[in-house]
C-alpha cells in the first residue's frame, strides 16, 4: 500500500487530492492529514480515511480537533512543530498543498524523510527553489509538479533532453477581469477578483489569477522546476484555460498540453507518476470546443508579470521577498486597506527597500535565510502600506 500523507488536506488542492484517494480505498495507508480553521473538514476526512494523526496549524484549536476525533484511532497535534513533526513521519508520497510561504518547511521535511514530494504549493519553489530541488537530490526523492501549468511542461518533456527545450509558454486564463477596461481595475473589490471564470480554486489564489501575480509565481516556478533561462519562459492569455502550457524545442516543433479545467487531472497524474491510471475527469469534445484563441498580455494590466522577470534576473533571495510582499499585499487588499492595483505597487516598492540594503538579497538561499527574508518582505510591505 501506498502511505500517503496530505499537507493542505481541507483546501481546494487538499479536497481534490482526498476525492481520488477516496475512490480506491484499499491502495492507500494514510499517514497525516493537516488543515488549519476547519476542523470540521479535516476531522471528518481522517475518521473516512483512517489516518493515523490529524494536525491542525493553529495551537488554539487543538481542544476543538480532539473533541472531534475522540475514540476514533485517529491521533490529533496542533502547531508549527506538530506539523513538521507529521511531515517527518515515514511516508511515500506527499501532497504539498498548505496555502503560502507556511508550506515550505513540510515539504522539506518531507523530501528528507525521502518521500516523493507532490508540489501545489508553489511558494515552495518561490522562495526557495534551489533548497528545495537540492534537498530531493540528496535524499532521493522527486519533486512532482501539481500546478497545472508545471504538470503540463512535466508531462510534455517526457523522454525529451531538457537542452532542446527553446521556450517554454505557460497560459493565463487572465482570471475576473480579463475583459474589463483598465480605469475600472483601481476599484475592484475582492469579492469580484474572486470568481474565476474557468478555475474553482482556493481564494487566494483566485485573486493571484485576477491580478496575475499567480502567473508571476509560477513563471519563477518554472524557472526554479526546470532550470530554464528566464528569457526563455512566456505567458500568452489563452482565456479557454484548456491548453495548460506549451513546450517549444529547437527544431521549431511544440508541444501542447490539452486537458480540462480539473485539478484532479495534474494531481492524479502526480500520483500515479510515472503511470498513467484513469481518472475521474471530462474527456474533452474538441468539436464542440470549436477554437482555442491566444492573446498578449498586457503588462500595463498586469505588472506582477514584468516584476516576476526582475525577480527571476535577481535570483538568490528575491523571490522569498517578492512572495511575502505578495502576501501582505493580498492581506491588505482582502481587508479593504489598499486597492486592485496598488498591490503590484508594494511588492514593487518592497522589492526596491529590500534590494537598496546590500546583503538581503544576495545572501545563501538557506531555510534561516529564506525566513529571513520572508519576515523583512513581509515588514517592508507592511510599512510601504502603513505610508500610503
Ligand atoms: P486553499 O486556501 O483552498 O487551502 C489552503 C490549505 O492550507 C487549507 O488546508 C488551509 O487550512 C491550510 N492553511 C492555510 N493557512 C495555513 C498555515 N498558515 N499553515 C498551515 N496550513 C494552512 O488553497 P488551495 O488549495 O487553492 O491552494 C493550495 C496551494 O496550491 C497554494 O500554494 C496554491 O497556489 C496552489 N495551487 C492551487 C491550485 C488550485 O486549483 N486551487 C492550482 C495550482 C496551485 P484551512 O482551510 O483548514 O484553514
Ligand atoms: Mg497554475
Known amino acids: 500500500m501506498k502511505r500517503v500523507s496530505i499537507f493542505g488536506a481541507t483546501g481546494s488542492i487538499g479536497q481534490n487530492t482526498i476525492d481520488l484517494i477516496a475512490r480506491d480505498p484499499g491502495a492507500y495507508d494514510v499517514v497525516a492529514l493537516t488543515g488549519s480553521g476547519n476542523i470540521a473538514q479535516l476531522a471528518a476526512d481522517a475518521i473516512r480515511l483512517r489516518a493515523q494523526v490529524a494536525v491542525t496549524a493553529q495551537d488554539s484549536l487543538l481542544k476543538d480537533l480532539r473533541d472531534a476525533l475522540a475514540s476514533s484511532g485517529v491521533a490529533a497535534a496542533a502547531g508549527e512543530t506538530a506539523l513538521n513533526e507529521a511531515a517527518s513521519l515515514p511516508t511515500d508520497w506527499v501532497m504539498s498543498a498548505i496555502v503560502g ?5 513540510p515539504g522539506l521535511r518531507a523530501l528528507q524523510q525521502g518521500a516523493d514530494l507532490a508540489l501545489a504549493n508553489k511558494e515552495s519553489l518561490v522562495c526557495a ?13 522527486a519533486v512532482l509538479p501539481v500546478d497545472s501549468e508545471h504538470s503540463a511542461v512535466f508531462q510534455a518533456l517526457v523522454g525529451e533532453r531538457i537542452e532542446t527545450v527553446e521556450r517554454v509558454i505557460l497560459t493565463a486564463s487572465g482570471g475576473a477581469f480579463r475583459d474589463w477596461p483598465l480605469e475600472r481595475l483601481r476599484g475592484a473589490t475582492p469579492a469580484q477578483a474572486a470568481t474565476h471564470p474557468n478555475w474553482d480554486m482556493g481564494q487566494r489564489i483566485t485573486i493571484d489569477s485576477a491580478s496575475m501575480f499567480n502567473k508571476a509565481l509560477e513563471l519563477i516556478e ?6 530554464i533561462d528566464p528569457f526563455r519562459i512566456e505567458a500568452v492569455v489563452h482565456p479557454e484555460s484548456l ?9 521549431g516543433g511544440m508541444m501542447a498540453h490539452i486537458g480540462p479545467s480539473d485539478m484532479r487531472h495534474a494531481i492524479g497524474y502526480a500520483l500515479h507518476y510515472p503511470d498513467r491510471r484513469n481518472l ?13 484563441t491566444f492573446r498578449a498580455p498586457d503588462e500595463e494590466r498586469w505588472p506582477a508579470l514584468r516584476l516576476a522577470r526582475d525577480v527571476m534576473q535577481a535570483g538568490g533571495l528575491a523571490g522569498a521577498v517578492f512572495n511575502a510582499a505578495k502576501e501582505r499585499a493580498l492581506d491588505h487588499f482582502i481587508d479593504g486597506r489598499i486597492g486592485f492595483m496598488q498591490m503590484a505597487e508594494v511588492v514593487e516598492a518592497t522589492l526596491n527597500r529590500v534590494s537598496a540594503s546590500q546583503g538581503h538579497i544576495d545572501a545563501e538561499i538557506s531555510l534561516d535565510n529564506v525566513r529571513h527574508a520572508d519576515h523583512l518582505g513581509r515588514m517592508t510591505a507592511d510599512e510601504i502600506i502603513r505610508q500610503t
Open 129 to 141: 527553489g534551489p533548497l528545495v530541488m537540492a534537498t530531493a537530490r540528496a535524499h532521493g526523492a
Open 222 to 227: 518554472t524557472k526554479e522546476f526546470f532550470q
Open 101 to 105: 510561504a507556511a508550506g515550505l518547511e
Open 280 to 292: 475521474p475527469v471530462e474527456r474533452l469534445d474538441l468539436v464542440r470546443i470549436g477554437a482555442l
Open 243 to 251: 491548453v495548460h502550457a506549451l513546450v517549444g524545442f529547437c527544431d
